[in-house]
């Protein structure tokens, strides 16, 4: 069992920028950020697997950026210009063998006014 732990949630106003971090107890080949909104549907993000290929939801290009430190099994999500329409629990997750999530964090509050 895999477990992923996020952090650095928070409020913050439109325009401003947050960085989410997800420790992660394992090497996982595929990481990402997967967001819900309260009334929508499950969004994923960003994306990265293996040596560092990522991929972003049209919503989020330009300005979020995914990274991963694989030697400490850490993920990060870097957000710029945030929106009001960012505003989600955002949740970090996992896959063994590829992007198929096997494994996810408790998730972590992103609130833009």
């Known amino acids: 069992q895999v477990q992923l732990v996020e952090s650095g949630g928070g409020s913050v106003q439109a325009g401003g920028s947050l960085r989410l971090s997800c420790a992660a107890s394992a090497y996982l080949i595929c990481m990402g950020w997967v967001r819900q909104a309260p009334g929508k549907e499950r969004e994923e993000v960003a994306s990265?697997?293996?040596?560092?290929?990522?991929s972003y939801a049209d919503s989020v290009k330009g300005r979020f950026t995914i990274s991963k430190d694989n030697a400490k099994n850490i993920l990060y999500l870097e957000m710029n210009s945030l929106e009001p329409e960012d505003t989600a629990m955002y949740y970090c997750a996992g896959g063994v063998f590829s992007c198929v999530y096997s494994y996810w964090g408790q998730g972590t509050q992103v609130t833009v006014s």
């Open positions: 990265i697997i293996g040596a560092g290929s990522t």
